[in-house]
């Protein structure tokens, strides 16, 4: 029997394609998952994938899983602590060193909070070679810091204990591989907003500028990452300098929405494809979240530049799924078509 792995999220976009890659690429694996509600054909698809019933509040059913998995891989929600320490401790039972995988995202290094910022090129580009000292003392308000810090925490206490690595992607986009959600989180938003404005907008300049994944390639790093943990760890860093962007390339919010913008009005959804600026106020009033009031200036006004360069260096990582650009009318038809 292969390496024991339990995983959490795997009906999520990002989960159930980190999923359905190790399932298809190491059918010796010993997988179990973690699912709240199980997708009718989920046994059928990955006959030999094991559930655990529970959900991420379910401490010691987590705690119990990870203690028995060689590497748990955690996705779903990258900021529900409670989950998090369950699989961390869960891992300090072992009586060898186990690895977590962890999954946040580059919203850490979001300056969505700055509001001369917003709509502006922020010229910092986010190094995971260079940066990790900076990014393991953000202040508490940046996105995700609750749960790295819970993780930094861990890897200066019990780092001879666990081996920790974190996966940090920027938005990503095309269609996941998993048995649940497959699409992202940012076309639908965008496309939504558009539909009830009527027009496609920027704030600003619109010079603000994210980096951005394939999620095909998003799994190239995953799948290594995975590998390495599944053989001791060798290949690739854990630890406080096992920290992973995996962004392919840069692209500023004016070039999305400019393209958005033609393929919304191909498509007969609005009329004019001319981008608008839009007021902060207008901004502010989009996306409404219940926890997260800035979450229209997160998504259409912040930068988020980031370099893979750790799995660069460790993997010759060398994305090459489609862009962001090339792929939008494929997600935006796929959103259209479900919503
Ligand atoms: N998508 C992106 O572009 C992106 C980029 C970087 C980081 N991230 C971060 O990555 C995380 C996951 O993103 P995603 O796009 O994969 O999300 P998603 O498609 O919504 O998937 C969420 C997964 O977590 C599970 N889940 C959520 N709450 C749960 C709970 N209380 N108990 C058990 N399972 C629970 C869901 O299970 P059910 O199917 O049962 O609901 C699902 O499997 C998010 O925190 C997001 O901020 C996303």
Request: aromatic share 10%.
């Amino acid at each position: 029997m292969g390496p024991k792995l339990f995983l959490t999220g795997g009906t999520g976009y990002i989960g159930g394609s980190v999923l359905h890659t190790i399932v298809t690429s190491h059918p010796e694996y010993d997988v179990t998952v973690l699912l709240r509600n199980v997708p009718t054909s989920f046994s059928d698809r990955y006959p030999n994938v094991k559930i655990v019933r529970g959900d991420f509040d379910s401490f010691d059913t987590l705690a119990q899983a990870a203690s028995e998995a060689d590497v748990v891989v955690r996705c779903g929600s990258s900021n529900h602590e409670a989950s998090l320490d369950a699989l961390i401790a869960g891992l300090l039972r072992r009586s060898t060193p186990g690895f977590l995988i962890h999954l946040s995202g580059t919203g850490i290094v979001s300056d969505y909070y700055v509001e001369d910022q917003l709509g502006r090129l922020n010229p910092k580009v986010w190094s995971d070679l260079h940066d990790v000292d900076t990014i393991s003392s953000l202040p508490d308000y940046a996105l995700h810091r609750n749960t790295e810090k819970i993780l930094f925490d861990a890897i200066a206490e019990h780092g001879d204990k666990v081996n920790i690595a974190i996966m940090c992607p920027p938005g990503i986009y095309g269609k996941g591989l998993g048995p649940g959600k497959t699409k992202s989180a940012f076309v639908p938003c965008l496309v939504n907003e558009a539909k009830k404005y009527g027009r496609v907008f920027y704030y600003n300049e619109g010079a603000n500028t994210s980096s951005w994944v394939h999620i095909q390639d998003l799994m190239q790093v995953y799948l290594r990452v995975i590998e390495a943990a599944a053989a001791g760890g060798e290949g690739a860093t854990w630890g406080k300098e096992g920290y992973y962007f995996t962004g392919s390339q840069e692209v500023a919010h004016i070039d999305i929405v400019k393209a958005a913008g033609d393929i919304l009005k191909k498509h007969g959804v609005i009329e004019n494809p001319k981008p608008i600026q839009i007021d902060l106020k207008t901004l502010d009033g989009m996306l409404p979240h219940p926890r997260f009031p800035y979450l229209a200036r997160y998504m259409f006004a912040a930068n988020s530049r980031t370099r893979p360069e750790r799995a660069k260096k460790l993997f010759g990582y060398s994305p090459s799924g489609p862009g962001l650009l090339e792929s939008l009318e494929e997600d935006i038809l796929v959103e259209l078509e479900s919503s």
